[in-house]
């Protein structure tokens, strides 16, 4: 890969490359499994893979904020973000690839 971004075209030339996946077959599953994913978010909140990370929605109240440019307080409205948290595993190889 020449970028510094991971992109579909890059997952799915890796999936060509590493199973002898035909292209269209590689793109099925990749759009299939990120659409698992996000059917998964949206009804329970949660997906976890192991041996990589686990992604859950949580849901943020209300709060009072600041305009950064104004300096004016405004209402933040509650919402429902989507966070992250890596396996143990995954964080273990991103710090020694770092250390290295």
Known sequence: MT??????????????????????????????????????LTDTGLVKISSFGSFNVRQKSKRVGRNPKTGKEAVITPRRVL??????????????????
């Open 3 to 40: 970028t510094t971004t991971l992109t579909r075209a890059d997952i799915i030339d890796s999936l060509v490359r590493e199973t002898d996946l035909p292209r269209h077959q590689a793109t099925d599953f990749l759009e299939t499994a990120l659409k698992s994913m996000m059917v998964s």
């Open 83 to 100: 966070s992250f948290k890596p396996s143990q595993y995954l964080r273990e190889k991103v710090q020694r690839r770092k250390n290295s």
